[in-house]
């Protein structure tokens, strides 16, 4: 009979805090562990390759230190479909891999140097982490939504569940759910029924079954609307949790009963059997008041959109020589009529100065020229990646600076070219401004610096 999460979890530690074997741990991971932290604070095991493997398999962060365990993650990218089958039945999100690394030095000197567009383009687009006091400061009037997003994104890592719990604590607020669960379902049990109460408000709700365990594990883990909807969900709960917690929810679903503590009688309790048309009426009427309660829930999120520069600060990590040129993030808009003439003029119908900024990329950045919207800064920003690509400079670079034109302007890098696809959805309506400065930049005197952009 195989050992539960638990038993393999405590195997782990002992053997991390002991012998510290890598090919031992990478086994017991391999069975099935909760990692409750990343791997970096134990020094026996930190810079080996297998850090990657068992971070990948118990959906924890980790560091990539060194060429072997960047090679690693590269062998992940390569045989993405393989390890995700290997793991799925342990973590399906393991192919979710890129949004685990942890962003330090040289991971980012790794990528200055890495020639996989597609490798990039997968790290760049996946990273979903931040500083978290300055997301905190910068959201404080929204400290709910807000923690409950770095849970989301980053609660895997018992550090950050603490952390939210001192925010939790320090702003007098409790968080209504967590995706649905009361806290981060990574951990074992008694970790879990810790951190419930202390972080979520308390449910109405009491779910009842002949399984004590799980009644508890339920009661404590899953918020009303997911107990007001075991019925509907039992199956997907017994896919994602059965083996880890050794919980047999398909058999719950068959016979269970859910209570609300806060009303005394009991004609307003409903079960799963024997359900009348008033049980089913009352069901989809509180149904259909929880729908409303979280389009209403939906729209007060939108009204307060998080902000979340990841690449912004990326820039300013690359290359702190942009003096504000190409990291101008007031405003990602283009108004048609404000190209800057003086400087078409000037520098883009000029041979020899448009043949200096693709020599020297570091000519453009020190024009003594005032920022004053997106438009000057697209132009110039698109003069320096010509210059990067002809300099053959690092594809990472060049990747970062071009992500929110990407998703904003359909402005995207692609075997040596800067192009705009005006096909492409984008999110920009007018899409003929773009188009016309991409002409301006196809049209110069400079043939090998029109040769760069593409329409």
């Known amino acids: 009979m195989s050992k539960s999460f638990e038993e393999n979890t405590k195997d782990f530690y002992d053997e991390l ?33 297998y850090v990657v493997d068992i971070s990948v398999i118990s959906d924890q962060f980790f560091l990539i230190n060194n060429n072997k365990q960047y090679n690693r993650l590269k062998y992940f990218f390569k045989e993405d479909r393989y390890i995700y089958d290997k793991y799925r039945h342990i973590t399906p999100s393991c192919n979710d891999y890129f949004s685990l690394v942890i962003i330090n030095k040289y991971f980012i000197e790794k990528l200055l140097y890495e020639k996989d567009e597609n490798f990039l383009n997968e790290v760049i687009s996946t990273r979903e982490n931040y500083l978290l006091e300055d997301f905190i400061k910068i959201n404080e009037n929204n400290i709910e939504d807000i923690l409950r997003k770095i849970l989301i994104e980053s609660g895997k890592d018992i550090n950050i569940l603490n952390y939210c719990l001192d925010k939790v604590k320090r702003y007098n607020s409790k968080i209504k759910r967590i995706e649905g669960y009361r806290v981060p379902m990574h951990y074992c049990f008694e970790t879990l029924k810790y951190y419930s109460d202390e972080l979520c408000i308390k449910n109405h709700l009491y779910l009842k079954c002949e399984d004590k365990y799980a009644e508890e594990f339920i009661n404590v883990c899953f918020t009303d609307e997911f107990i007001r909807n075991f019925y509907h969900f039992n199956i997907e709960f017994h896919e994602k949790f059965s083996k880890k917690y050794n919980i047999d929810f398909k058999e719950i679903g068959e016979k269970f009963e859910v209570i609300d503590i806060n009303k005394i009688n009991t004609n307003e309790n409903y079960t799963n059997e024997n359900e009348t048309n008033e049980n089913e009426t009352n069901e989809n009427e509180t149904n259909e008041n929880e729908t409303n309660e979280n389009e209403t829930n939906e729209n007060e999120t939108n009204e307060n959109e998080y902000i979340n520069d990841i690449q912004g600060q990326l820039i300013k990590i690359i290359d702190p020589q942009y003096k504000g040129k190409l990291s101008y993030i007031e405003s990602y808009e283009l108004n048609p009529g404000d190209i800057n003439f003086d400087f078409i003029n000037k520098y883009l119908r000029n041979y020899k100065n448009i043949d200096r900024i693709l020599k020297d990329p570091n000519y453009i950045l020190n024009i ?37 034109d990407e998703y904003w302007h359909s402005i995207s890098y692609r075997d040596d070219k800067i192009i705009f696809k005006n096909y492409l959805g984008g999110r920009y309506k007018y899409k003929f401004y773009i188009r016309k400065i991409f002409k301006i930049l196809m049209n110069t005197p400079h043939k090998l ?5 593409y329409c």
């Not at 086994?27 to 095991?45: H, N, R, S, T, V």
């Not at 698109?382 to 300099?391: G, K, M």
């Not at 610096?449 to 952009?453: L, P, V």
């Open 368 to 404: 003594d020229i005032v920022i004053n919207n997106y438009t000057d800064c697209l132009i110039i920003k698109l003069c320096y990646l010509a210059s990067l690509i002809h300099n053959k400079y690092s594809k990472f670079i060049i990747q970062v600076l071009i992500f929110y």
């Open 17 to 49: 805090n002991g012998e510290c074997d890598p090919k031992r741990l990478l086994y017991i991971a391999e069975q099935g562990i909760f990692l409750k932290e990343p791997l970096f604070k134990y020094d026996k095991i930190k810079d080996h390759e």
């Open 449 to 453: 610096f029109n040769s760069y952009f």
